[in-house]
Every structure is written in structure tokens, then in C-alpha cells.
């Protein structure tokens, strides 16, 4: 997902629409919207990785629904043998489907002019809250990496790895950020790390210079958000730092 946002933030629009598309169903297991079933990920599963998002139809997603997308569960050998869908994820994920049918539309419109989908688009951006034109011709590059940008942050926010942090680690009882102290930036390394009152927290190279942790002294005290790795690794890095 930070691959995505960078090619976004950097007006890589093609290259982060292409990306978005083929991957965001993998990085939304690793978030918690499909359960794996079963051992390791097999070539097979890559395959049914990329059409995840597809199951759940823009019809059904406008209504807030994904009763076709549990039947096809249920219908479809393949997508049965390797996933489930669990409850609690079930209308996050009928949001988050819009989602990649909205990048979708602008992804097919920018590679191939394509406008196939067009006459559901703007029920998608008015259920999305999008102020868009009528018409998908009127998307400014700036538009598309804005939407690209807020889809992300929509699907990483609702996935179960985010709300499952909300029991855990150190932080306000008023807010969602978490707090410690800065331990150490290594540049020979390009990262750095957050003590906090449990394990030590991990800030990657990019983020921590963007804020200017690198050049913050140690023992400082920092608020961050909690991420995780877009590998499906299980493992969190630190986010939006910022220096108290």
C-alpha cells in the first residue's frame, strides 16, 4: 500500500492506478477482510487475490450489501477453497468494494479510454461523498491521485489490522494515537525506532524524514499512529509521527 500511496504522491497516476487495481485484494487480506484459509500462499491463490474485490458487485455495493458475494462464497470452488469472509468485515467490505470499483472506472478510463462502467459511476462517487463532475472526462490527474490517496486510507483504516490495535499498545484514552519516546535513528540503516511502555516501535526511513524524527533528539517525546506492514507480515510500523 505505501507503493501505491508513493507512485499517488509522487503523480505516478498510471502506475498508481495499475497498481491499486492488481493489488489492493491482497493488501485487504493482510488487513483482515478475507481470512486465508489453510498454509502457505500458493501461485494459485495469487490469482484469486487479484479478483477479491471483483466478487463484491457495484449493485451490491451500492446497497451496502454483499449477500451475492457470500452466495458466490458458497458457488465458487476456487474462491471457497482458499478464503472466507468474516462477519464483523462484512459491510467495511461492501464500502471498501466501492472503493476499488470507483479506482477501477478511472483506471480503465485512463489506460484504455474505456467508459464500460460509466453510467454507475456517479451513484458510486454520490455513496462515496465524492464532489465529482458528471462526467469521468473532467478528472484532473491531481483528482485521480487525491482519490487514489483517500481510498487507501479509507480501506487501512476500516481493515481489522487497524481496529485491532485500538485494545493495544500505549496511548490516550481520547484519542487513536499512540505515544513513546524517540530511542534511536540509525541513517546506515534508514530507520529508526519509538520506546514505548511495551516492544520498541519500528519508523521506516521514508516516514521518519518526511516528519524530521531523523534529526529529533533521543529521549524526545513522540505521537504516532500504528501501520501495518503491506506485506501481510503481521508486523506494525510507526506513522504520522509528530513531536510533543
Same mark, same amino acid.
Given at each position: 500500500?505505501?507503493?501505491?500511496?508513493?507512485?499517488?504522491?509522487?503523480?505516478?497516476?498510471?502506475?498508481?492506478?495499475?497498481?491499486?487495481?492488481?493489488?489492493?485484494?491482497?493488501?485487504?487480506?493482510?488487513?483482515?477482510?478475507?481470512?486465508?484459509?489453510?498454509?502457505?500462499?500458493?501461485?494459485?491463490?495469487?490469482?484469486?487475490?487479484?479478483?477479491?474485490?471483483?466478487?463484491?458487485? #457495484?449493485?451490491? %455495493? &451500492? @446497497?451496502?450489501?454483499?449477500?451475492?458475494? +457470500?452466495?458466490?462464497?458458497?458457488?465458487? /470452488?476456487?474462491?471457497?477453497?482458499?478464503?472466507?469472509?468474516?462477519?464483523?468485515?462484512?459491510?467495511?467490505?461492501?464500502?471498501?468494494?466501492?472503493?476499488?470499483?470507483?479506482?477501477?472506472?478511472?483506471?480503465?478510463?485512463?489506460?484504455?479510454?474505456?467508459?464500460?462502467?460509466?453510467?454507475?459511476?456517479?451513484?458510486?462517487?454520490?455513496?462515496?461523498?465524492?464532489?465529482?463532475?458528471?462526467?469521468?472526462?473532467?478528472?484532473?490527474?491531481?483528482?485521480?491521485?487525491?482519490? #487514489?490517496?483517500? %481510498? &487507501? @486510507?479509507?480501506?487501512?483504516?476500516?481493515? +481489522?489490522?487497524?481496529?485491532?490495535?485500538? /485494545?493495544?499498545?500505549?496511548?490516550?484514552?481520547?484519542?487513536?494515537?499512540?505515544?513513546?519516546?524517540?530511542?534511536?535513528?540509525?541513517?546506515?540503516?534508514?530507520?529508526?525506532?519509538?520506546?514505548?511502555?511495551?516492544?520498541?516501535?519500528?519508523?521506516?526511513?521514508?516516514?521518519?524524514?518526511?516528519?524530521?524524527?531523523?534529526?529529533?533528539?533521543?529521549?524526545?517525546?513522540?505521537?504516532?499512529?500504528?501501520?501495518?506492514?503491506?506485506?501481510?507480515?503481521?508486523?506494525?510500523?510507526?506513522?504520522?509521527?509528530? @513531536?510533543?
Amino acid at each position: 500500500m505505501r507503493t501505491i500511496e508513493w507512485c499517488a504522491k509522487h503523480q505516478l497516476t498510471q502506475q498508481a492506478l495499475c497498481l491499486f487495481t492488481e493489488h489492493i485484494s491482497t493488501c485487504m487480506v493482510s488487513l483482515g477482510y478475507f481470512e486465508r484459509k489453510g498454509g502457505c500462499k500458493s501461485a494459485a491463490e495469487g490469482d484469486v487475490d487479484r479478483d477479491l474485490c471483483k466478487a463484491c458487485s #457495484i449493485e451490491d %455495493a &451500492l @446497497r451496502g450489501s454483499i449477500s451475492t458475494l +457470500k452466495d458466490l462464497a458458497e458457488k465458487d /470452488g476456487q474462491f471457497s477453497q482458499h478464503y472466507s469472509i468474516p462477519n464483523d468485515m462484512q459491510a467495511k467490505l461492501a464500502t471498501a468494494s466501492l472503493w476499488y470499483h470507483h479506482i477501477r472506472i478511472l483506471r480503465n478510463f485512463v489506460a484504455h479510454s474505456s467508459t464500460e462502467y460509466d453510467s454507475n459511476h456517479g451513484n458510486i462517487c454520490d455513496a462515496l461523498g465524492l464532489d465529482r463532475r458528471n462526467s469521468i472526462e473532467r478528472y484532473t490527474q491531481s483528482e485521480i491521485n487525491d482519490d #487514489i490517496l483517500e %481510498a &487507501l @486510507r479509507e480501506i487501512e483504516q476500516n481493515g +481489522k489490522g487497524w481496529t485491532a490495535l485500538q /485494545g493495544e499498545g500505549t496511548k490516550n484514552n481520547q484519542s487513536n494515537h499512540y505515544y513513546g519516546k524517540k530511542k534511536s535513528f540509525l541513517p546506515e540503516k534508514n530507520c529508526g525506532f519509538i520506546s514505548t511502555d511495551g516492544d520498541d516501535v519500528y519508523v521506516r526511513g521514508y516516514d521518519a524524514k518526511q516528519c524530521g524524527f531523523d534529526s529529533w533528539p533521543k529521549g524526545c517525546e513522540v505521537e504516532f499512529d500504528l501501520r501495518y506492514n503491506e506485506n501481510g507480515d503481521g508486523r506494525q510500523h510507526a506513522v504520522n509521527l509528530k @513531536r510533543m
